[in-house]
């Protein structure tokens, strides 16, 4: 089954995605901080990562990073979502593998999905 983990700190969106993708057959799971990424990576073992910009803690850049920087992990595609002007900036400064601007739309958003799934 292909694992999809969430990192946003905003519960209702987290809610609503994590019921999206779990009535599309995705397993969903969530966190509301990402400074311990890489232990919660290495616990769920996801296909797809889901990264909001602001995230308590160290913030989206620098988790993004941390896991980028990580030789098990780096191949794991992260799509950066936030509501910041600079999305495409940020993304790139993170070394996110794609990103989808807040508010998003929900169609888009599955589509980045399933694409960076059909790659694995």
Same mark, same amino acid.
């Given at each position: 089954m292909?694992?999809?983990?969430?990192?946003? !700190?905003?519960a209702?969106?987290?809610?609503v %995605?994590?019921? #999206?993708?779990e009535?599309?057959?995705? /397993?969903?799971?969530? $966190?509301e901080?990402s400074?311990d990424?890489?232990?919660?990576?290495?616990k769920?073992?996801? !296909?797809?990562i889901?990264?909001?910009?602001w %995230?308590?803690n #160290?913030g989206?850049?620098?988790a993004? /990073?941390l896991?980028k $920087?990580h030789e098990?992990?780096?191949?794991i595609?992260?799509?950066?979502?936030?509501?910041?002007?600079d999305?495409a900036?940020l993304a790139?400064?993170?070394?996110?593998?794609?990103?989808?601007?807040k508010p998003?739309?929900?169609?888009?958003?599955?589509?980045?999905v399933?694409h960076?799934?059909?790659?694995?």
């Amino acid at each position: 089954m292909n694992k999809i983990l969430i990192f946003d !700190d905003d519960a209702s969106i987290l809610e609503v %995605i994590s019921i #999206i993708f779990e009535e599309n057959g995705y /397993k969903v799971e969530i $966190s509301e901080t990402s400074h311990d990424i890489i232990e919660k990576v290495a616990k769920v073992r996801p !296909d797809v990562i889901l990264m909001d910009n602001w %995230i308590p803690n #160290i913030g989206g850049v620098e988790a993004t /990073k941390l896991l980028k $920087s990580h030789e098990e992990f780096k191949d794991i595609p992260v799509i950066y979502v936030t509501a910041n002007n600079d999305i495409a900036a940020l993304a790139e400064s993170a070394q996110a593998d794609d990103y989808v601007a807040k508010p998003f739309n929900l169609e888009d958003l599955e589509e980045k999905v399933a694409h960076y799934m059909n790659l694995k």
